[in-house]
């Protein structure tokens, strides 16, 4: 079994250099951490799998093809393979899972 807990994954992300921290890649699924400061520019690219996120914490929009949405704690947000996307106008840090349909990415 491989497990996980928050506050250990964010402790990981925090010592590294990256934003992002991959913490799970299986066949058909990855997972990592994704954590901007605010006032941070996300330079997301569109990917090749479809992915979701989940807001762990802080307070920003995410642009997903044309339509822009607030996202805080609590909010999950599904993005389909290729489409452009990315976090804007971050208050408040953001921390967001973020779960690849493919461990290929």
Do not use: C, K, W
């Not at 921290?21 to 990917?47: I, K």
Request: proline share 4%; net charge negative.
């Amino acid at each position: 079994m491989d497990a996980f807990e928050i506050g250990e994954l964010i402790e990981r992300q925090a010592s590294g250099e990256s934003r992002y921290l991959e913490f799970l890649r299986v066949p058909d699924l990855n997972a990592g951490l994704y954590v901007l400061p605010a006032g941070a520019e996300d330079t997301q690219q569109p990917h090749e799998e479809d992915e979701v996120y989940y807001v762990l914490d802080g307070r920003a929009s995410i642009l997903v093809g044309d339509e822009t949405r607030p996202v805080v704690g609590g909010s999950v947000v599904y993005v389909a393979a290729g489409v452009e996307h990315r976090f804007l106008d971050i208050e408040e840090e953001l921390r967001v899972l973020v779960f690849f349909a493919s461990g290929s990415s």
